[in-house]
């Protein structure tokens, strides 16, 4: 664990750099033993519906894809991943929406199916990651629930 400069604790390593920390609550293990696959973009040739081809053309099926974009902004890794009409369709993710005033496309449904945002602070992220999981998982139950026509 990393216990900060001059062993301060990560809380200061938050409070005066905003990150620079890991907490690993099991994952870590999970990716060492194989169980979680970790794959670099440039090694992506594309997303299909399914998971995603790599440039050596193996299909690789995921239930779930997670991304971890660095500095780069959402809308920006939203056309560079899946295309600028997909980008369009989104809008802006983060902001404050002059109508709404809440945060455009954060720990909602995106006007894009499928694609949902969690980001922020590790607060953020702990706080609002059960609301968002809530919300996937009406949105799988309405849809499983509804009848075939």
């Not at 620079?20 to 033993?33: K, Q, T």
């Not at 670099?40 to 594309?46: F, L």
Request: hydrophobic letters at 40%; proline letters at 1%; charged letters at 15%.
């Amino acid at each position: 664990m990393n216990t900060g400069t001059d062993g301060v604790s990560w809380q200061l390593m938050y409070i005066t750099k905003g990150g620079g920390y890991y907490f690993n609550v099991g994952c870590s293990d999970l990716i060492i033993e194989g169980k979680i696959r970790v794959v670099q973009h440039a090694d992506i040739q594309r997303f299909v519906a399914n998971g995603f081809e790599l440039t050596s053309g193996e299909l690789v099926t995921a239930d779930l894809v997670v991304t971890a974009n660095g500095y780069l902004g959402q809308s920006e890794m939203v056309g560079k991943l899946l295309g600028d009409a997909v980008r369009t369709r989104v809008g802006a993710v983060w902001g404050i929406d002059s109508d709404t005033q809440e945060l455009n496309n954060m720990w909602m449904e995106t006007p894009q199916e499928g694609l949902w945002f969690c980001a922020g602070s590790l607060a953020q992220c702990r706080i609002y990651s059960k609301y968002l999981a809530l919300q996937i998982k009406a949105k799988l139950n309405a849809v499983s629930a509804t009848p075939e026509v």
